[in-house]
Each structure stands twice: as C-alpha cells, then as structure tokens.
C-alpha cells in the first residue's frame, strides 16, 4: 500500500453533510434576526470552522459568531446531523485500506462527540483507530493541531485527505502528504491552489491512490428469506436505502427474476394459468432461472466488490419445492449446479407466526400460483426454512418478523453492519 496511516477529514471527504450544515447555518441566522444568505453563500459553511464562516460569510462580530454557532448546535445536534450520507464508494474503500492493515484515523473540525455519532451512526465507526475533533468550546480547531493528535506514534508514510484549503495547509504544516478530493465541497483550484501534493477526482481515484496495487475486499452477498407475507421485501427496501447512505455500492435484485431471462421463466412460472405445471417442472424452472441470474447478475456484482441483496435463493426452493411439494433433497441436488458455488453470506429468515402470514396474504389480492397453493404447504414452507436455519445457523439467521417495522429493520442493519465488519476480520474498537 502506499500509505500506512491515513487521516481523513469529515465533510465533503467522507459525509455528504451539506443539507444538514447549511439548513442549520440558516437556522442559526434566522434565530438571531440576521440576513439569511443564498445557497452558493452557504455552501462555503461546509468544511472550514462555523465560528469563522459567520464572520466571514456574514460579517458577524466575535461574539455574535458565538451566539450563532450555539444556535446551530441547537438544531444541528438534533436533527441537522443525519441529513447526510456517506459518499459511493466509501465504505468498499474503508474496508479494504484496513483489510490491507492501514491505520485509519478521522481529524474533522466537527465537535469530537458529533464525529463519533456520525460515523457511528453509518456503522463505520469500528474502521477507524482515532476519531479527533475538537470539544464543543474550542472555537477555532486548528487543522494542524488536529492532524498531528490523529497521527499514531509510528508510520512510515501519512497522508491527509481532505476537500478544503483548511485541510491541504494543515496537512503541510504537519508534515504529512496532503491529498485532494474533487467530489467534495472545495474547487480543484483551491486544491492546487494551496499546494495539494495528489489531487484525486472521485472516490475510484483516491482509492487507487491509497491502496496502490493491494488487493481489494471483495463483495459480499446477502439475502432475503421467509414465507408469503413475512415482510422481507419491505426490510430489504428499507435496508437498501440504509446501505446506500452508507457509502456502500449495492447491487438489488430478486428470485426468480432479476435478469432478463430469469424474469421470463418468472412469468411462466408464477402464472395462475400454468396450474398444469407438475412439481418437478416448477422445481427445475426455478434453477433454471437461478442458474441464469447468477451468471447474468450474482457473481459478477460480487466479483466487482458489490454488497448484493437478493430477494430470495436457494433457500426458497429448498423450502417450497423441498418442503412444500414435498420433493425433498433432489431440489438441493438440482441447485447446486445452478448456484454454482455462489452461496449466500448471510441469509436473513423472516420468522412470522403463522395466522399473521395468512392475514397479510388474504388482505393481498393478486396470489400467484404458488401462494394460491393449499393451507397445509404454507406450514410445511415454513417447517423447512426453520428447519434449515437450524442446519445452517452460522449462516441463516432468524429475525421475529411479528414486531414493528423500524424495530426490525434495526435488527437487520446489526446484523448486516456485524457481517460487513466481521468478513473484514475487524472487531468493534475505536479509541479516542
Ligand atoms: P416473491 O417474489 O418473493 O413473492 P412476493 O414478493 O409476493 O412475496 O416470490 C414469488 C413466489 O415464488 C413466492 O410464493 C415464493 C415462490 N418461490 C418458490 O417457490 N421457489 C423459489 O425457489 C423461489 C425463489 C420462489
């Protein structure tokens, strides 16, 4: 790797954080009566201290700036702080620099306590070594000052990263190479401009530019399981939306389906029409379909190093053909050609009561050809997916699916954080 120990900036390096900054600039400034500047104004709050920012962007004096900063905080600290979201790209970055043994540390002027509960909050907390920012009295912050605490006691090759001048020239003076980030908040001028010794564009560019040649982590693949009615599309969507705030790059999609071809053995397959169709028929289409997506879809989106959140896999059909239609082991048989090797990470098994199932599915109106099955196969559905994460329980991991929906997804986001952090042998400590 190019550098052991890297030091990076919050805002516009690591968070998308200007919603949050610039309402509650505005905020502030409507609090104490003052002019409330436009939005390219605002912007440049983003980054450089606040205390600084309202005198120069407002004209407030020393002790109005003060006041103003507090009146942010009122608002920040609240709710201003999660109107953020970690840059694409990110997360995959973090976890291969400490996969490769980087020392990872944060040097934000953001108040100490707020950069522990954002990073917190976007489960990336536990990537890093030292998390360094000022208490909430210390008005200026100086980046310097900064950098140099987040340093460890030996490296042999440091860098900061960063998207303002603020940074650049802290990071010089500390004597460590200083790194520009062009997605963020600062112009590529300013970067330059303040003696930048690496400028990267985007966030595939300053990968490159810190991990050098070194292997990157590769992807990870999750999916979804339960009976009819068990809510797992709802938690993946919301889990989806999760992830993508942090910094994650996903791939989402579902079975059978999720390619071209899948989708078209899906129509067929799920016809009320095709009533017909004998179950060794239905098994055999459903890894045919599979056998498709994984090719088309699945393994290519990890290969890529993609977090893949797939609705359903083998363990449906193990499930419903297996259980359900009473086929038994010849459906694991025949999947395992269709996997191909590419077996979930994590399976999350939505665990419904029954009766609960049954009134989610009658309130649906349109049941395909497999829910509109008799009652009895439902029960032994769902005897089989028990059954399995019993056999399988380092990897299918129940979730009591009858609670509240936030409840649940809070669960799952544990579950999938642990995941994400224990594939990349990193345990839950920070310092600092
Ligand atoms: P799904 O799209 O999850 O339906 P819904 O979104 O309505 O819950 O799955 C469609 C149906 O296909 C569902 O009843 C389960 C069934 N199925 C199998 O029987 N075997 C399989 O291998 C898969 C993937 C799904």
Not at 30 to 37: A, W
Not at 372 to 395: C, H, W
Request: charged share 25%; glycine share 8%; aromatic share 8%.
């Amino acid at each position: 790797m190019n550098y052991d120990a890297i030091i990076f900036d919050l805002d516009g390096t690591i968070t998308e954080s200007a919603p949050g900054i610039m309402k509650s600039s505005a905020y502030a400034l409507e609090q104490m009566q003052k002019p409330v500047p436009g939005e390219d104004v605002l912007r440049k709050f983003v980054g450089p201290p606040l205390h600084k920012s309202f005198m120069d962007f407002c004209g407030l004096t020393d002790e109005e700036a003060q006041i103003a900063v507090s009146k942010y905080r009122e608002r920040h600290t609240v709710i201003g702080w999660k109107e953020a979201n970690v840059y694409e790209g990110i997360l995959p970055m973090l976890l291969s620099l400490k996969k490769n043994g980087a020392y990872i540390a944060l040097a934000s002027s953001k108040p100490h306590p707020l950069c522990v509960k954002t990073l917190e909050y976007f489960g990336i907390l536990p990537l890093f070594d030292k998390v360094v920012g000022p208490d909430f009295q210390n008005k200026s912050g100086e980046k310097e000052f900064l950098i140099r605490s987040a340093l460890p006691e030996n490296y042999k090759n440091a860098c900061m990263v960063g998207d303002r001048k603020f940074d650049i020239e802290g990071a010089k003076k500390a004597g460590v190479t200083a790194i520009g980030v062009g997605y963020g908040y600062g112009s590529r001028e300013e970067l330059v401009e303040s003696g930048c010794d690496l400028y990267a564009e985007s966030v595939d560019d300053l990968a490159n530019a810190l991990l050098g040649a070194s292997p990157r982590v590769k992807g990870l693949f999750i999916t979804f399981e339960g009976s009819d009615g068990c809510g797992k599309s709802t938690q993946l969507k919301l889990l989806k939306e999760y992830l993508s705030s942090c910094g994650a790059r996903l791939t989402v999609t579902r079975e059978p389906g999720g390619c071209e071809i899948s989708e078209r053995i899906r129509s067929l397959v799920l016809d009320v029409k095709a009533m017909g169709m004998t179950d060794e028929c239905e098994a055999l289409l459903f890894a045919a379909a599979r056998s498709q997506h994984v090719n088309d879809v699945i393994k290519p989106a990890i290969d890529k190093g993609n977090i893949v959140l797939c609705d359903r896999y083998v363990d449906s059909s193990i499930a419903y053909q297996g259980g359900g239609r009473g086929l038994g082991n010849w459906v694991r048989a025949i999947n395992e050609k269709a996997v191909n090797g590419c077996m979930p990470d994590l399976t999350i098994l939505f665990d419904i009561n029954a009766e609960e199932a049954l009134r989610r599915r009658k309130n649906a109106t349109d049941a395909d050809r497999i829910e509109s099955a008799q009652s009895g196969f439902m029960t032994d559905v769902y005897n089989a997916f028990i059954a399995l994460s019993k056999e399988e329980p380092e990897r299918i991991k129940v979730i009591d699916a009858n609670g509240k929906i936030e409840q649940i997804q809070d669960r799952v986001r544990q579950m999938v954080i642990d995941k994400i952090l224990t594939l990349c042998q990193i345990s839950e400590k920070t310092e600092g």
